[in-house]
């Protein structure tokens, strides 16, 4: 594998250490009151939108607690891509058997990204498994809304709220970065960013490093607006003129291409199209509630394919209904 | 019951499916040798045909003591795992009463069967049970799916069974004529043969009817349980409405099939596309009742999928006639996009715990930016389909 995690800036400049990370102050200074006395840690429940170093900061803990062999003793689950509870259970199950705590590792880590993605039916089980495990492990749960996590976890964790990171300290990060690569930029280009990554960081560093690729060293004003354009997949972009043609089947195609492809369940693809017909300023309250009434109907587990056919032509029925085609 | 009744004791009595039967027989005593790749026999085949007797038979004739569910047992994991979990290669009480050794065989009718919700984890359990007791283990169906049962078909051996002949039928039907000293004209049974379809279990019903007084004629072929392929054929030659309906209401369990061969065929039906669209749109809304009625168990609502499906199949039959073809839409992206997709299950593997980030997020929001930073060449058709649709 030729592939270093150096080459995606987002891990490049990852903070290593608590003193790296911007603007945190109240995270940090708590932190590191936990941190100081190690084998009195709690469970840890990091919450605040995307972007922000939640991740970050569990992985600096890990590496606070393990030194340069954190690997070996945390395990990174992540909730939306683990299917079941189970999987979970499991996992857990295999990774903190055949342990012995000792003075130096008194537990081992498991850090759980995108908690509030799980049912809770399945956070409930989850609780168990932090009671069950916790004489020899540890969990960080990470999550963009509290609300969404049941209060007996909440209960059972130190909870750490992480904001959305001020457009100064952004800036400055993204200026830094930009100095050590040695490309070009301007103060409104990187403003210009941040304007599209709305305080988050991982958006606004990918954003950064892709332009800098196309500008050949050099960010620019077109550059980063055509990227932007790109957050809604080109196929996505030709799909949605497909659907003010009303060319049904090209439209099919492409969404099964793409589909297919990606991966992605019908959901998320959803969600693409509303975007695309947001950029396109297609979008009207008939179709906003022809979209919601069919990721209501995939989310009681109907089958995809009918579905998202039938989504197509009821979209294409409602362009031609209000005036065919302009 | 005369089915019950001359249920084949040895496997010398079990009619038909000489070839299946041998490859059953050789796969054991590999199995027996460990020489076998698989953890047990998959026996696949259409109702009435002699997968069940021939287990049965077999486990009689060569020493086995039978250990069986079926459908009709709860067959979760946890159900199934107390069931079998501890039979094991030399635990049965056997052992005692005969004084010789008697080997278990765990016998699992009908698997699919297994209720994805109800039975959640069963074919999970089924395959640790295998791996785990050492006991030889042996798993009927009617009918597999490729995806639903991907790792039974992965670990187990698939042997299928065909239906028997007309004449196999005949020989059956003349020599319980004869034990049971019926006096029965030989057209008579030709026909029970050639009506059975190849079902034992049906032909000998129709027999034991028969020789109770009952005509022949009102006892056609029971539409129950039909195989799917017959199904379908079935409900696009039907001669009216009523029929369709009464055939859905039969074979309740097509459904779910159904509902997707029906989206195929108007996929490709070539009619015209405002017609299309509202075609759609009504196998959507079928689509979802059916949901509705499974996931909230009203099956009180059935009596209006009851009225919609038929209406749907007979109007949508004018446009296009049922063929056996693999339902191609699906089937063709499946195969197009081949080796993209294997490209990118590999890069969804490795790349996002890499980046920290969930396999969703990296699909949206890392690949868009940087497919052609990260993706080497190993992926290359991946990265190419990237270019394609992120632009």
Sequence with gaps: MSLRQETLWIEKYRPKTLDELIDQEEVVEGLRKLLSEVREMPHLLFAGPPGTGKTTTALIIARHLYGELWRDYTLELNASDERGINVIRERVKVFSQYFTPTEKIPFKLVILDEADMMTSEAQTALRRIMEINSGVTRFILICNYLTRIISPIQSRCAIFRFRGIPREDVIKYLARICDEEGVKYTEDVLELIYDYSRGDLRRAINLLQSAAGVGGGEIKAEHVEELVGKVTPKVISDLVDYIRAGDFYKARHLLFDFKSGSGLDGQEIIRLIMNGLVEKKMLNTEMAQILAEYEYRLLNGTYEEIQLTALLAALISSVKKAGGGS | ?391
């Excluded at chain 2, 009619?15 to 027996?32: C, L, M, S």
């Design chain 2, 1 to 391: 019951m005369w089915t019950e009744k001359y249920r084949p004791k040895t496997v010398e009595e079990v009619i038909g499916n000489e070839k299946a039967k041998r490859i059953f027989i050789n796969w054991v005593n590999d199995w027996k040798a460990g020489k076998a790749k698989e953890l047990g026999i998959l026996l696949v085949g259409p109702p009435g045909i002699g997968k069940t007797s021939w287990v049965h038979a077999f486990a009689n004739s060569y020493g086995y003591t039978l250990i069986e569910t079926n459908a009709s047992d709860y067959r979760s994991q946890s159900a199934l795992k107390e069931r079998l979990g501890h039979v094991t290669k030399v635990s049965t009480l056997d052992t005692f009463f005969y004084g010789k050794r008697k080997e278990p065989l765990i016998f699992l009718d009908e698997v699919d069967g297994l209720d994805p919700k109800r039975d959640r984890g069963g074919i999970q359990a089924v395959i640790e049970i295998a791996k785990s007791s050492g006991v030889l283990t042996v798993l009927a169906a009617n009918i597999i799916d490729p995806k639903q049962h991907k790792d039974l078909i992965e670990n187990f051996y698939v042997i299928e069974f065909h239906p028997l002949t007309p004449r196999q039928i005949e020989l059956l039907l003349k020599r319980i004529a004869s034990e049971e000293n019926l006096d029965i004209p030989d057209s008579k049974i030709r026909e029970i043969a050639s009506k059975a379809k190849g079902d034992a279990r049906t032909a000998i019903n129709m027999l034991q009817s028969i020789a109770v007084g009952m005509e022949i004629s009102i006892m056609e072929p029971t539409i129950e349980n039909l195989p799917f392929s017959t199904f379908m054929k079935r409900l696009f030659e039907a001669a009216s409405y009523e029929e369709i309906s009464t055939l859905i209401q039969s074979n309740i369990n097509h459904i779910p099939d159904l509902i997707q061969v029906l989206w195929d065929i108007t996929m490709r039906s070539g009619m015209d596309i405002n017609f299309l669209l509202d075609y759609l749109k009504e196998l959507s809304e079928i689509d979802i009742l059916w949901r509705k009625i499974n996931l909230e168990r009203k099956w009180g609502l059935l009596r209006y999928l009851f009225v919609l499906l038929p209406n749907y199949i007979y109007r949508v039959r004018r446009y296009i006639t049922y063929e056996e073809k693999i339902p191609e839409y699906r089937f063709y992206l499946f195969v197009k996009n081949r080796k993209v997709r294997e490209q990118r299950d590999e890069a969804l593997e490795l790349l996002p715990r890499l980046f920290h980030v969930s396999k969703r997020k990296f699909m949206t929001e890392v690949l868009p930016y940087s497919y052609n930073v990260i993706l080497h060449d190993a992926w290359k058709d991946f990265r190419e389909w990237c270019s394609r649709v992120y632009g």
